[in-house]
């Protein structure tokens, strides 16, 4: 069964496509680097890192401090990783896994 998203269009579909066709690291920093700002880049990783240290309990003072993330973004990032679409938590499996 196909995953129902709010998201879902033809121009979304094609940029999730064209991420999926990408082969290593090396590809992803040049294609992001010409999609997006910098900024825009650098928040969707301290959105990852603020999710990898919820996942790990700290607390949300500490996830601050070391991410320089808000406490609204941190919250966003807690509901995500509780009520949203389990996108968080499969990536972050995967990711524990290959750590192993």
Known sequence: ???QSKLRDDQVDMLF???L???NREECYRFF???CTVNEIK???QRLEVAIM???KYTYNEIAERTGASTATISRVNRS???GSDGYNRILDK???KAD
């Open 17 to 19: 496509d064209s991420i």
């Open 81 to 83: 990783l509780i009520y």
């Open 33 to 35: 680097e010409d999609l």
């Open 43 to 45: 928040s969707l990783a």
């Open 21 to 23: 066709c990408l082969e």
């Open 1 to 3: 069964m196909e995953y």
């Open 95 to 97: 990711l524990e896994k």
């Open 54 to 56: 919820l996942r790990k």
